[in-house]
Antibody, heavy 118, light 107 residues
Framework: QVQLQESGPGLVKSSQTLSLTCTVS??????????WTWIRQPAGKGLEWIGR???????NYNPSLKSRVTISVDTSRNQFSLKLSSVTAADTAVYYC??????????WGHGTTVTVSS | EIVLTQSPDFQSVTPKENVTITCRAS??????LHWYQQKPDQSPNLLIK???QSFSGVPSRFSGSGSGTDFTLNINNLETEDAATFYC?????????FGQGTKLEIK
């Protein structure tokens, strides 16, 4: 059974870089044809697709965040990561990692709350 | 960017009722439309992929249909455990987008 778990600081200061890691268990991140994806959800609001990384390492990002976001993968640790630079209060949200088989996201982490403080 | 608009935003229903949630895309997306259920304080769960394919383990009372720009999620014989917010999601073109959500309250 594949499981994903997000980890990282729950509090980030404004203008700094948010860094989160998603650890995959129950499957090898380097095998299979999957997109490893980040999504976020501000409190009480809807879902926003941040971006994804393919098993090969190729990435796609949401243009609304593209200049600030980097997604990378570490197959030796079975993890993939999100970095979001120059954060503001608008980046405060629950951040989810998910696996996309083709394009539907079939496995999600529990989410981690990140608050940007001034 | 493709905009997905769901209706209604909120619906209050009683157990055993049937419910239809609609999702309209700002341009044709074929059948690249998926549905998720998010219960309070939980992560979303995939219900339906590619418009009408039920995801493994999802009760048969959930079904989906549509194509092009208009899609529906049907929930038959509602149960109290179905209380949640439902989101549609398109994977036809990047960036992928979600509908604003439909909150379902079970009376």
């Amino acid at each position: 059974q594949v499981q994903l778990q997000e980890s990282g600081p729950g509090l980030v200061k404004s203008s700094q870089t948010l860094s989160l890691t998603c650890t995959v268990s129950g499957a090898s991140i380097g095998s299979g044809s999957y997109y490893w994806t980040w999504i976020r959800q501000p409190a009480g609001k809807g879902l926003e697709w941040i971006g994804r990384i393919y098993t090969s390492g190729s990435t796609n990002y949401n243009p609304s965040l593209k200049s600030r976001v980097t997604i990378s993968v570490d197959t030796s640790r079975n993890q993939f990561s999100l970095k979001l630079s120059s954060v503001t209060a608008a980046d405060t949200a629950v951040y989810y990692c998910a696996r996309a088989a083709a394009s539907a996201m079939d496995v999600w982490g529990h989410g981690t709350t990140v608050t940007v403080s001034s | 960017e493709i905009v997905l608009t769901q209706s209604p935003d909120f619906q209050s229903v009683t157990p055993k009722e049937n419910v239809t949630i609609t999702c309209r895309a700002s341009q044709s997306i074929g059948t690249s439309l998926h549905w998720y259920q998010q219960k309070p304080d939980q992560s979303p769960n995939l219900l339906i992929k590619y418009t009408s394919q039920s995801f493994s383990g999802v009760p048969s009372r959930f079904s989906g249909s549509g194509s092009g720009t208009d899609f529906t999620l049907n929930i038959n014989n509602l149960e109290t455990e179905d209380a949640a917010t439902f989101y549609c999601h398109q994977s036809s073109s990047l960036p992928y987008t979600f509908g604003q959500g439909t909150k379902l309250e079970i009376k």
